[in-house]
């Protein structure tokens, strides 16, 4: 079934773009659909959307639950490809897929030369992408110049600003001062002192997760570490971009204190909670393995066993303004083809239905 058979809204918009058609870089990007077509061969035949197992996922017929307009991109994901092709060709691709916003992580494109941030913004826009964020690192204690915020929160956010981003954040851990109740509440105050800053410019500074997070203080081991982040800072100031996957490797992890006693940890009751604290969220894909460190392996989006179906649709359907205040960027830290990963996370995420699952 193709994708503008399940989503009228969808293909609208890919028709729209086809019209206009992609100027920029149109070469490189012909030199990625080749590439791209390869990896789809060398893996075998093409899988439609409800491919691989069924978990539930809800795939036909209902309402989406992908709210429109709201399905970015994690750039880290493609750092291959921006590396050798540029942005260009690779926002090129990304339009044709049908995502409209692009989380970046660095503003550099190596070998296919240099870039200002007035043509990165304007680039990304030609091609119909909203930079909703950007991860810098938090800090490099032993490097003053360290582009981070700690060592150049002006620079950090004037580059920010100059883009037009409206999230600026960080996925390092709040482990500068160790993994203490007390060395996180001063990790806290660093992160409030850069939300007041981003805020004053009109930005949402926020903190991305890993598993680590959601582990237990030295100092007190029946104290989970990230409920020490979200009562220490400001809910005014600083904000959580949840990456989910990470969140259900701590579910395996940390469920469970260090003398054996129940912890019980559940990503999706965080959000409900607190739901204005989580602007943005990673959608990364894991299958389930219970004899890993983490209890899941790394996939592409719908290829793996967290049930995302169940997850947007509570988060956009319990939450206010679910449905509009929320961004979900498609990650995979290290995708087999990068650009074949992005562009089955959109038909994914796109294919998901509620109304036929009991919903």
């Known amino acids: 079934m193709s994708r503008t058979s399940k989503d009228t809204e969808l293909a609208r918009r890919l028709s729209r773009r086809n019209i206009l058609g992609v100027a920029a870089g ?14 789809a061969a060398a893996q075998g035949p093409a899988k439609g959307p409800g491919h691989g197992q069924d978990h539930g996922h809800g795939k036909g017929k209902g309402k989406p639950v992908l709210p429109p307009g709201r399905l970015g991109i994690q750039l880290y994901s493609l750092r291959d490809k921006i590396s050798t092709l540029g942005f260009a060709p690779v926002f090129a691709e990304l339009e044709k897929y049908g995502y409209d916003e692009i989380e970046l992580a ?22 119909g992408l909203n930079p909703i964020g950007s991860h ?45 109740v007390d ?22 500074f926020y903190q991305h997760n890993h598993a680590e997070e959601f582990s237990f203080a030295t100092d007190k081991p029946n104290v989970r570490l990230y409920d020490v982040l979200l009562a220490e800072t400001d809910p005014d100031l600083v904000y959580l971009e949840m990456d989910i996957y990470w969140a259900y490797c701590a579910q395996f992890r940390f469920s469970k204190r260090v003398d054996g006693t129940l912890a019980p940890l559940d990503p999706l009751k965080y959000v409900l909670k607190y739901p204005n604290r989580y602007p943005l969220f990673h ?33 956009t359907s319990r939450t206010h303004h679910g449905r509009s205040y929320h961004h979900w960027q498609a990650e995979h830290d290290n995708p087999v083809e990068s650009l074949a990963f992005a562009r089955k996370s959109s038909e994914h995420l796109h294919s998901l239905r509620t109304g036929r699952c009991g919903d």
């Open 106 to 127: 660095g503003y550099t494109q190596g070998s296919a030369g240099p870039i200002t941030l007035a043509q990165l913004k304007r680039l990304a826009k030609d091609h």
């Open 283 to 315: 959608v990364k894909d894991g299958i389930r393995d219970d004899t890993t460190r983490d209890g899941y392996r790394m996939t592409d989006v719908g290829d793996g066993d967290i049930d995302y179906k169940t997850f947007l649709s509570k988060v």
């Open 26 to 39: 149109a070469t490189a990007a012909t030199i990625i659909g080749t590439a791209t077509a390869q990896a």
């Open 136 to 180: 810098v690192g938090y800090y490099d204690d032993n490097n003053p110049g360290a582009y981070t915020f700690a060592q150049n929160l002006e620079k950090v956010l004037d580059d920010a600003q100059a883009l037009g981003l409206k999230h600026i954040g960080t996925a390092s851990g709040p482990f500068r001062y160790g993994s203490t």
């Open 183 to 204: 060395g996180w509440k001063r990790a806290a105050d660093d992160f409030n002192t850069y939300g007041a800053a981003a805020r004053k410019r009109g930005m949402k």
